[in-house]
């Protein structure tokens, strides 16, 4: 049974919810991807958000942009966490996507992440769900633990190959 669902309005947001969707894989936390537009498909829409409890979810990642009705809707619909991705725009990079997410009315959060933030959605569904799963909390420590790795080793790279030859 998938734990968190990870819906997007469009598929032109996939590059951005698939690094949520490699964050879960990674860190072995079940999900489903759907696209489902608030706007184009609002009986589809309500269905999914109606039957996402029944279904297992305990967390639902949304990702939209524009107008990005989609978290919103989610979680007015959801009674557990809606992490809200707004998606990058040509019109106002992202900013109106930010904005329609962000200032939900008291009584409907949406935790919110940077715009095209799909891994952070992915780790902070997973940080959720770790409240009541000690060895997903452990794969999450073991994850930060990887990226203060990647940095020493970085680190490590330049003071050895100086600044010069570091990227060549």
């Not at 999900?31 to 608030?38: Q, V």
Request: hydrophobic share 45%.
């Amino acid at each position: 049974m998938a734990k968190v669902g990870i819906v997007m309005g469009s598929d032109s947001d996939m590059p951005v919810m698939a690094k949520a969707a490699a964050i879960l894989d990674e860190l072995g936390v079940s999900y489903e991807m759907n696209i489902i537009s608030a706007h184009r498909e609002p009986e589809e829409f309500f269905q999914y958000a109606n039957q996402a409890e029944e279904k297992g979810y305990k967390v639902i990642i949304a990702g939209a942009g524009m107008a990005a009705h989609l978290p919103g809707m989610c979680a007015a619909i959801f009674p557990m966490p809606v992490i809200g991705i707004p998606m990058h725009t040509t019109s106002l990079g992202g900013r109106d996507s930010l904005y329609s997410i962000v200032q939900m009315p008291t009584g409907i959060p949406v935790a919110t992440v940077a715009i095209n933030g799909g891994a952070n959605a992915g780790i902070l569904a997973a940080k959720i769900l770790a409240t009541s799963d000690p060895e997903l909390l452990q794969k999450l420590k073991d994850y930060k633990s990887g990226l203060k790795d990647a940095v020493v080793a970085k680190d490590q790279k330049l003071q050895e190959v100086g600044y010069k030859n570091y990227t060549k």
